[in-house]
């Protein structure tokens, strides 16, 4: 019998984290992020202790969660032994095996999405049941090679053809269980699955039919987009091992005085509106940056906040503030110094300016420069005809030389578009505007064609 495998689903990072049941009250956890609410409550619920952590790479997008599984529960760590990781685990090689009891573990050397990435086959006696493969072969795809190094993006391109290759050489039943999926900036195709099998990679992954190695080192390369600015710095935490955290106090954010958050922000704090769009748009501290809580709210945080900096949280009372602090902990974030105390109403009521956007809809932007912030294939697949385009992770680089004028800021749906009048905002410009939806509104509000291309 196959044993049980629960998918914890990161939908903000879009990640798994795969746990196995290993039939005897224990759990492998394959790939946890820091945030550990969702893994300790399907464990809780199935009444098993996580005795083995093991991790496919240093990840890029979050910090992990073996560290404090260990901690927590004795978890012992498995991750490859190129990998040099400072912290206590067990190092694994090519072809390493680990009794899990009646289960067993084989790692499988697959580099190109890292240098030292390492692929797990779960076998069920002789037979291989499913691999977990981390970022080396994804649903119909596969990971990015440019996180390391710019300049050893096509040599990990090359290595990942080699890695997916190896893969595929399974049996045809064997399940793929990857990492990365629809969501991740590592990244993955839209809409796809959380899991496969290699007969079915091997018959639609458009990388595994590629004709030859450069035309999957081309294919490859040409689907990559832009990524968060935070993953230039977690692998290297990643390796020397996250601190471990007191999760009782994880989530207890500080209630700051209007006076004190004033100072923080004049000191350099960054001040994160975490509140709806509509509540922003109606009001805010002029400079704060508008990141919605969200599930993508990591993502955002780690792109546009400067993780040097304190970061001081503006919320809305029925928010929770225990999920912006965890989605802030595993990307690294751990300076949230507090949240302010009454709100943007206590905000106001103590005389301190308060800014304001405007929010429009799809048939009020004649007449006005329009800005779209959305990735670059996003905006090639269509587009308000004669909008501008800057992604939203560049804007903060560019904010200052862009024409100050009567300007409709633009996303999908209008969460980014607000990140975006933010920014622009803390650059010093003014008559904003943001767009309530996003081009196929417009489209249907005009009864006019989106243009494509970029």
Known sequence: MAPELVPVVDGGLGNTTWMVDLGDGRALVVDASRDLRAVHAAAHERGLTVAYAADTHLHADFLTGAVQLAADAGAQVLASAAGHREFPHRGLADGDEVDLGGLT??????????DEHVSYLLADGRTPVGVFTGGSLIVGSAART???????????????YASMRRLAELPDEVAVWPTHGAGSFCSAPPGAARSSTIGQEKATNPLLVAADEDAFVAQLLGSLGSYPAYFARLGEINRRGPAVLDTASVGRLAPLPVNDVDRLRRDGAVVV?????????????????????????ASWLGWLADPDRPVVLVAAPEQDLA?????????????????????????????LPVARTELVGPDRL?????LDIRQDAEFAAGHVPGAEHV?????????????NGP?????????RAAGAASLLERAGHRDLAVLVGGPEDWARSSGRMLAVGS
Not at 346 to 351: D, E, I, L, N, T
Not at 366 to 370: K, S
């Open 146 to 160: 440019d996180l390391v190094h710019p300049d050893r993006t096509q040599e990990l391109a090359r290595a990942q």
């Open 391 to 403: 992604e939203l992770g560049a804007l903060s680089a560019v904010a200052d030389r862009l024409e």
């Open 105 to 114: 573990l084989r790692a499988l050397g697959t580099p190109g999405h890292t």
């Open 407 to 415: 300007t409709v800021v633009m996303c999908g749906h209008g969460e």
């Open 323 to 351: 999920d912006a602090v965890w989605q802030a902990v595993k990307i690294g974030y751990e300076q949230l110094v507090g949240v302010l105390d009454g709100g943007m109403e206590a905000w106001a009521a103590a005389g």
């Open 273 to 297: 509106d975490i509140r709806p769009v509509p509540d922003y748009a109606a009001g805010h501290v002029p400079g704060a940056l508008s990141i919605p809580l969200r599930d993508q709210f």
């Open 366 to 370: 004649a007449g006005r420069r329009i």
